[in-house]
């Protein structure tokens, strides 16, 4: 649960802000079929006018959601898939960070949890024995 909470929270959030899903392509220059100008909707259903120029920066889709490359946790920069790298070096460094953070809360509770039912294991199963030598005196 802890590993759940902590990448769907503004912890695990971290990884993938701004949510743009935009990575600059690999050559990165947009190809000369999509030099020109555009028609095109947004989601809103509004119209807009796109212009390409030669040599702008080309992007390619992303999914900058780290929960949908397994295994996700920790969430830290080197879970990004290799031809997918989306993160500054200041996210990185943050996602780095609050990524072992978590991982630490989560083996921390474990440990604690695994202590507590030591203790209710041990409480059942190996009682303490202790000796009266009450016809001795104190000893």
């Given amino acids: 649960m802890c590993p759940f909470l902590l990448q769907h929270t503004p912890i695990g959030a971290h990884t993938c802000w701004a949510l743009s899903d ?10 000369s079929n999509y030099v020109g100008t555009f028609n095109a909707t947004t989601g809103a259903g509004a119209s807009v006018h796109v212009v390409v120029h030669e040599g702008d920066e080309a992007y390619k889709f992303c999914n900058q959601d780290l929960s ?3 295994p996700v946790f920790p969430a830290v920069p080197s879970k990004q898939p290799a031809d997918s790298k989306w993160m500054t070096d200041d996210q990185a460094f943050f996602a780095r960070f609050f990524g072992w953070i978590g991982f630490s809360v989560f083996v921390t509770a ?6 507590l039912l030591r203790r209710r294991v041990t409480r059942f199963c190996c009682q303490t024995y202790s000796v009266r030598c009450e016809h001795l005196g104190k000893i």
Avoid: R
């Avoid at 935009?22 to 190809?31: D, E, L």
């Avoid at 474990?110 to 202590?115: G, M, P, R």
């Fill in 22 to 31: 935009a990575c600059i392509a690999t050559n990165n220059v947009a190809p």
């Fill in 68 to 70: 949908q490359y397994p």
């Fill in 110 to 115: 474990i440990a604690i949890f695994l202590n």
